[in-house]
């Protein structure tokens, strides 16, 4: 009995992002209207009402009703942002071998792989280099071995 809310759905519209954001850590994320939307109603104990971001329509989706919870479980990298972890009570970074990795984006992204090798992979990694993460503080959980194929 949880509320759960990805990343994915917090991507930021191509036309709000900086010119250089491609260069930024995360610029391509609305970590702002995340924060909003989502921390700052869980932190209150309030609904969470939100609208997810479709990168494939380039537009916010319909809005979202998350019921007030004692635990909210936040999914995606972007999620340790550093503005952020103040909203959290615990972190969790998973992991995996490089080659796992890649295995389960190219059974995942299908043929948009080598775009998403070539652009948001090395994007993904500058982010985690930036803010030094998984952070110290953070528990760390090897994936490689525990999910399905």
């Known amino acids: 009995s949880c509320a759960l809310v990805h990343m ?3 991507y930021m519209p191509f036309e709000k992002r900086s010119q250089n954001w491609m260069e930024i850590p995360a610029g391509n994320m609305d970590l702002e209207r995340f924060r909003d939307e989502v921390l700052e109603s869980a932190r209150q104990g309030k609904e969470i009402h939100y609208r997810p971001y479709s990168c494939w329509k380039g537009q916010l989706g319909e809005e979202q009703l998350l019921p007030p919870t004692s635990l909210l479980v936040v999914e995606g990298s972007y999620s340790h942002h550093p503005m952020l972890r ?3 009570d615990r972190t969790f970074f998973l992991t995996c071998e490089k080659e796992e990795q890649v295995r389960r984006l190219q059974q ?3 043929d948009y792989f080598p775009r998403f090798q070539q652009i948001w992979m090395p994007l993904e990694e500058r982010y985690h280099a930036a803010f030094g993460l998984p952070a110290a503080d953070t528990l760390v959980l090897d994936t490689g071995s525990i ?3």
Do not use: C, N, Q, S
Request: no cysteine; glycine share 8%.
């Open 147 to 149: 999910l399905p194929d």
């Open 86 to 88: 103040e909203y959290y």
């Open 8 to 10: 994915d759905d917090y």
């Open 108 to 110: 995942r992204e299908g």
